[in-house]
């Protein structure tokens, strides 16, 4: 049902359509009413933590919803097909790796983390497209990142940085507080091995 939802919600996204509890109970989880509020929790903080989108209620009376872009950000782009997830969460994701690199993200880090994510600086992204192009020449000329390169170094090192457009639609605490959701969420689905789970596996390596 959780899946089912998602799906639903995304279909909604792209043209900004309104959508109600009365729909989705109807297409997504097949008017289970009484598991309604633990599946759209749980649909709610997948589309948040995994696709930078937010469920919000904009009529509390006829619980009807609408989805915008996490944090403020008014970046919610898709790929020009229409296919593929929102990409704001990949640019929270940028944004998050310069504020932990003390608001210089040099290149080679950034691309490290994001290839562990399956997204890689010389591959076409089913979701994101081009990553290259996103990160080095739309989203700069969008305003939320500054890519330049590094002051004196030697051989040549680039590194990107937040900018003004960034600074204005959200904040380092908004993304702190984002991700120590994608943390806490983590942890519950992987929680840690007990002492005795732990010793086991240490002794089986």
């Known amino acids: 049902m959780v899946a089912n939802l998602i799906k639903f919600l995304l279909l909604k996204y792209p043209a900004k359509e309104l959508t109600s509890q009365v729909k989705m109970l109807k297409k997504a989880l097949r008017d289970n ?25 904009v009529e509390p009376r006829e619980h009807i919803y609408i989805m915008v872009p996490t944090m403020g950000l008014t970046y919610d782009v898709m790929l020009n097909s229409g296919q593929g997830l929102p990409r704001a969460s990949l640019l929270v994701l940028v944004l998050s790796l310069i504020m932990w690199n003390a608001d210089h993200a040099p290149e080679e880090k950034v691309w490290g983390a994001l290839s562990r994510m399956g997204v890689c600086v010389k591959s076409e992204h089913c979701n994101f497209g081009e990553p290259r192009e996103l990160l080095t020449h739309t989203w700069v000329q969008e305003g939320y990142l500054a890519y330049r390169q590094v002051p ?54």
């Open 33 to 57: 009413q009484e598991h309604f509020p633990a599946v759209f929790s749980q649909a709610s903080q997948c589309l948040q933590l995994v696709c930078g989108v937010e469920v919000k209620k």
């Open 152 to 205: 004196d170094s030697h051989p040549a090192r680039s590194e990107f940085l937040w900018v003004p457009q960034a600074y204005a639609e959200t904040s380092k605490w908004e993304v702190m507080a984002f991700l120590l959701r994608v943390k806490q969420r983590a942890l519950r689905a992987f929680p840690p091995l007990s002492t005795e789970a732990a010793r086991e596996e240490d002794e089986a390596a």
